[in-house]
Nanobody, 116 residues
């Protein structure tokens, strides 16, 4: 099973940028997609972005055009570049690995806070 460790969260002003990183270790067998989700207080966890092993990407509607997901297979890393941040982007961001059989692995999360 894969282990996921996020980093790069913090406090940023509206309009600013952050890059989140997710380090993967362990077994990658059976992983279909890697992605980022977020959960704000009182809200459900939602998809931010995902990327397949072939490099195809998918984004949540609220982040399209502002966020970009990428992966470095040689370094076992997944990144989320976040630009033009808004206060509504404030949340805990989680790295995700989704297996072909439907199982999910999660990181511990990293807090992103955007001040107005």
């Amino acid at each position: 099973q894969v282990q996921l460790v996020e980093s790069g969260g913090g406090l940023v002003q509206a309009g600013g940028s952050l890059r989140l990183s997710c380090a993967l270790s362990g077994s990658f067998f059976g992983i279909a997609n890697l992605g980022w989700y977020r959960q704000a207080p009182g809200k459900q966890r939602e998809l931010v972005a995902s990327i397949t092993s072939g490099g195809s990407t998918n984004y949540g509607d609220s982040v399209k055009g502002r966020f970009a997901i990428s992966r470095d297979n040689a370094k076992n890393m997944v990144y989320l570049q976040m630009n033009s941040l808004k206060p509504d982007d404030t949340a805990v961001y989680y790295c995700n690995a989704r297996y072909i059989v439907g199982y999910d692995s999660w990181g511990q999360g990293t807090q992103v806070t955007v001040s107005s």
